[in-house]
Each structure stands twice: as C-alpha cells, then as structure tokens.
C-alpha cells in the first residue's frame, strides 16, 4: 500500500472514526486479551495508523503506545490488506534487524489481521507476538481474524455511538431550551417528563414536579376541564390547541395553549403523552385589551346611533314644518304673477322667489324621503296600478319643464294599460327623480326618452338621455349620498345629490336593482328592473 493510501487510512481513523489518542475502553481490551488466550501468545495488540506513527489503542504484553510506522511488523499488513504471519522473524530477511527483535521484547513470531472500515479501508490492525517461533492453526488463524471482525465492528459502533451521544445532548439541548414548553404524564396523569422551558415559566425545580400529579399545577377552577381533556385524549390519541392555566409558584397563573399527542405501547394501552405548550399571555392580554376597546367602541356607536336616528328625527319634524310654509309661498307667486300691470323688475323679482322656493320644496322632498328612509318608518303599501298611466302622468308633470328647454319626451307606450303591483307613491318617486336628472342634465333641443319592458318575472324600465354622458371614474359615486358629478345642470337648475340615493333605497326595497348605462358625449340610460311578484 502507498503512503497516500495510508494517509487516506490515518484520515479515516482520525477524522471520521474519532478513536486515536483517546482512552482505553473495555471492549477492545477484551479482544486484545482474547486474542492472546485463543492464540497462546503473550503479546496482543490493537493499533491504527497515525500518519507516520503507529498508535495503539489496546495492548497486552508491550508497555509502549506508539511506534515509528516503519519500524512495525503491521505496516505489512495493511499494505497487503489481509491476513499476515511471519512465523519466525529471525530468519526473515526483512525483519531480522527489527529493534522489536533485536532488543526487548526480542519478539520471534508475529501475526496480523487487518481492521477494515465498511468501506473496505484498512485504517488498523489487530495483532499478535511471541518470544518464540511458531505457527497459527486453522482454527487459530480463523479466530483470530474473527475477533479482527468484532473489532472493527466495535469501531464503528464506538462511533455510532458517539454520534448517538452528540444527537441525544443536541436533542436534549432544544428539548429544554425550546421557546416552547413540552411534558409527559402517564396515563393516571402523573408527570414524568417535562423541559427546562416550562419549569422556568412556573418557577418550579424538576423534583419538584416529576411524579406529580399535572393537576395540581393547574388552577382549581379548570380542573374538571382538564379531566374531561385527558378522558378525550385517551379515546382520540391527539388534541389540538386546548387552553388551561398554570398555577405558577408565586401564586399567580398563566394561561397555556396545549396540544398532546398519545404514545402507545403495541396493545394500544395509553403508556404516555406528548405535549407542547405555548404561552398565551400576551395573546389573552390583547384580548382583553380588544374587548374592553370593542364595548367603549360599541357604546360609541350606540350613542352615535342614537344622535343619528335624533338628527334623523329633527330633520324630518323641520322638513315637515317648512314644507308647507313654502308650498304657500310658490302658491302666492303664482297668484302674483298673474296681476296685471306688474313692472318687469317686479315680475323679475318674483321669478327669482320663485325658482328658490322649488329648490327648497326640492331639498325638502328628499330630505322628507331620506328621513323616512333611514329611520324605517314606511312600508310599502302595495296595490293593484296601471303601470301606463303612471308613467303617463309623470312625462306629463315634467312636460312643462321639458318645453322651457325645448326637450323633447318621447313615452314609448307599447300597451294601452298594464297592471302590477306596487306602491304608487314610492314607485312615481322612482320615476320623479329618474326623470327629473333627465332633463336637468340635457341640453337644449335634445330628446329624453321613457320606455318598459315586461321580462320573465321582471319589469324593466328604462330612462334615456342625450348628456354629456358620466365619466368612467365617476361612476362609482352614482347612488352614494350627497355626491355631486362633475357634469352641472344645463338649465341651471339645483340638485340636492340624494335623489339617486333615494331610487337606489327605493329600489331595494322592492327587492329590485337599478344601474347605469352611460357613454361620454353620447348619453346615459338608467334603468330599474323590479320583480313581478
């Protein structure tokens, strides 16, 4: 064998076996004595190579622990990698000048038998000497190599062993080191196993939990939860995130998240569990702070509520009281208007008392509406109508403010008459607002078109323009309260920004829906669909 492959050997022993320079062990000073008593020998010895030394591990017979490489009868042997005898060394022509032949112990007789790795590698040996010449029977040079197996074998074991040492303190290590808690109980509930974690939370010493009872370190009022657990876990073998508090040694408590787990022996009998713990204080401290957040936050809202539904009511008790007063006073302009010899300064005036008193019944019919919306206080009162004739009248209120702005409505009666259910005043809103944004909205000489549709189970109304059209991005303000668009009144007239609100509650409230279809510079549709039934 080369000195590279020997050197492989040397890494092998020292770097993956882990086993030159340290102390004796039983089992290979066993071998060593074995091999001495089966073959008769006074010298036993196991060695390995340490790069250019040779190191021995266990002897018998020689009190030195290294030796030069070359000046071993072993390096022979694991350069030939199997069994070696030389029966007398003062005829060998090699060996005769050997200082182990020449001066103490004056060694005649020596014979090998290489440690192999599980690869194959010969990383030592276990050998034999006499003071005399002589040769190994069959039946000794079989035992021989028979205990260099077991050897070898024990090598590798001392290792496994060593990596099971370093695995058991590295899992020991994180067992009790775990940001987590973690103990076992036996199936009375007895604590046989629990992590360094877990005791520091409670301030307890192992002996003073292992052995006891886990009850007692919880607090009396969970106890009976507790039982009822480890009943369950014994039929189901697993729970999952259960929470208990812990009594701690100073008296106070913590509360825990637990989940365990069974082991079983191979009769299916409940031998221990497994449990993992987490601390959940923080967790239930924010609890608590949300929930005392959630009932200031609750009786916030309840009193917000009861200012809006106050705020609701005043609303709706002024809108009430002015309506009447300004329906008086559009009543009286009219009257006045048609005086004869009025100034035209008067006349103009009158106009503008006029137009501000429709903005304010305006203003008061939606606030009246919206009011009544928001506080529940209508229902529908639904009755037997001619969907024709409603729509009808309607073109027909609106027909004069159309002719001021020379706008044409087109009423696309398909039917001389329809009846449907409905309730009337709720539903000429519907149109009223729909209609009115109509004209508001178009310019003059334009047409503005109503038409229906009765679909399968569905009435489908439809109210065209010829706008400006509403801008993608606005859409989304269609329906929400108080939002003004971009695109103004072309006559100058006043919008309140709830009358589409109004129709979309309305609508709803018929278990309907309404939308919108609108192209820029084109015009917008919207349209009503209501159930039938």
């Known amino acids: 064998m080369s000195i590279d492959i020997l050197e492989e050997s040397v890494y092998k022993a020292n770097k993956q076996y882990d086993i030159l320079g340290t102390a004796p062990e039983e089992q290979f000073d066993n071998l060593t004595q074995l091999a001495s008593n089966v073959c008769g020998v ?25 030796m030069d490489l070359a000046d ?85 074991l001392r290792l496994q062993r060593i990596e099971l040492d370093f695995a ?28 360094e974690t877990e005791l520091k939370w409670l301030g307890y010493k192992k002996e003073d939990v292992i052995g006891k009872s886990f009850s007692e370190f919880v607090v009396p009022a969970d ?27 100073d008296g106070t408590f913590m509360p825990i998240s637990i989940t365990t ?22 967790q239930k401290k924010i609890e608590v702070e949300l929930n005392q957040a959630n009932e200031k936050l609750k009786a916030a809202n309840d009193k917000l509520a009861n200012l809006d539904e106050d705020k609701n009511k005043f ?60 506080l529940g206080t209508f229902e529908l009162e639904i009755g037997d109508y001619d969907l024709v004739q409603l729509l009808k009248d309607t073109v027909s209120i609106y027909q004069s403010a159309a002719n001021k702005k020379k706008i044409s409505i087109i009423f696309s009666q398909k039917t001389d008459s ?56 606005e859409m989304g303000l269609l329906f929400q309260k108080f939002k003004r ?12 920004g709830l009358g589409l609100s109004i129709v979309k509650e309305y609508t709803e409230r018929f278990r309907g829906k309404v939308y919108c279809e609108s192209q820029v510079g084109e015009g917008t549709t919207f349209c009503v669909e209501l159930p039938l039934q």
């Open 42 to 66: 006074p010298i036993s010895l196991i060695g390995f190579v340490d790069q250019s030394r040779y190191w021995f591990k266990s002897k018998m017979g020689l009190e030195v622990n290294t």
């Open 72 to 156: 071993t009868f072993c390096k022979a042997t694991i350069e030939k990698n199997d069994f070696y005898e030389i029966q007398n060394l003062t005829e060998d022509t090699i060996y005769s000048s050997n200082p182990l032949v020449t001066n103490e112990p004056h060694v005649q007789y020596y014979a090998g038998v290489p440690l192999k790795s599980p690869e194959g590698v010969s990383i030592g040996t276990i050998c034999i000497m006499d003071h005399k010449p002589r040769k190994l029977t069959a039946d000794q040079k079989f035992a021989l190599e028979m205990i260099a197996k077991e050897c070898a074998l024990q090598v590798a």
């Open 168 to 195: 058991l303190e590295e899992a020991n290590d994180l067992y009790n080191n775990a940001p987590c808690g973690y103990h076992s109980v036996n199936a009375e509930g007895i604590i046989v196993k629990i992590n």
């Open 223 to 249: 106890r009976e939860y507790l039982s009822k657990l480890l009943t369950k876990l014994k039929d189901q073998g697993y729970l999952k995130e259960s929470t208990v508090r812990l009594l701690k040694s």
């Open 261 to 282: 787990s069974v082991i079983r022996n191979t009769k299916g009998d409940f031998v221990r569990s497994r449990s993992i713990c987490y601390d959940i204080s923080d």
């Open 315 to 374: 609303l709706g008790m002024a809108a009430h009281d002015l309506k009447n007063p300004i329906m008086a006073i559009i009543t009286l302009v009219g009257l006045v208007k048609k005086e004869k010899d009025l100034s035209p300064i008067v006349l103009e005036y009158l106009s503008y008392i006029e137009q501000s008193s429709v903005k304010m019944r305006t203003l008061i019919s939606d606030l009246l509406d919206l009011t009544r919306i928001e």
């Open 418 to 473: 329809y009846l449907f259910k409905t309730d009337k005043l709720v539903f000429v809103q519907i149109i009223d607002n729909l209609l009115s944004n109509a004209i508001k909205f178009s310019p003059t000489g334009k047409k503005v078109q109503v038409g229906y549709e009765v679909l399968d189970k569905v009435l489908l109304i439809k109210i065209s323009d010829q706008g400006p059209g509403i801008k993608p991005e």
């Open 485 to 496: 668009l971009s695109n103004k009144p072309t006559g100058g007239e006043s919008t309140t």
